[in-house]
């Protein structure tokens, strides 16, 4: 069954990188949504559930981080597993973001197959009752 996937991006221009990543990714990935932030995301899933979403941090109106919080708070939406995607990636940074509940972590710029890895294991299984490892350069 194919994944319905949001992605929530500030930057009109990253988030069709973003879709051509997945499409280039071999996920079985369907729908394809988009969200310039935190409120239309959460505006988005009111009209639509997504199986994952991929989160910016640094957005205007409502951040990435403020998103996972409204998520965690809203027993409709608490169980969508989030991946966050940024340039933002510090190991204190995606260890406290994964401690808020993301469940993945893919550095900007990113490859499909980085993609692909971080996304996977979410898409294929539902959501996994532990944080997966950051995908990507590991290097912090």
């Known amino acids: 069954m194919s994944a319905c996937v949001l992605i929530v ?3 009109a221009t990253m988030r069709m990188v973003i879709r051509k990543s997945l499409q280039l990714s071999g996920l079985d990935v ?4 988009e969200a310039g932030n935190g ?11 997504a199986d994952v979403v991929l989160l910016d941090i640094n957005m205007p109106i409502m951040t990435g981080v403020q998103f ?10 608490r169980d969508i597993p989030v991946v966050i995607a ?6 204190v940074r995606v260890k406290e973001l994964l401690g808020m509940g993301a469940r993945g972590f893919v550095r900007k710029p ?8 971080a996304l996977a294991p979410l898409i294929a299984a539902g ?12 290097s912090f």
């Open 39 to 49: 409120i239309q995301a959460l505006a988005q899933l009111a009209r639509q559930k």
């Open 110 to 117: 990113f490859s499909p197959e980085q993609l692909r890895a």
């Open 30 to 33: 369907g729908e394809v949504i």
């Open 9 to 11: 991006d500030d930057s």
């Open 86 to 91: 940024s340039t933002e990636g510090s190991e």
């Open 68 to 77: 996972i919080q409204r998520l965690a708070e809203d027993h409709r939406l």
């Open 127 to 138: 959501s996994p009752p532990a944080p997966a490892m950051p995908a990507g350069d590991d």
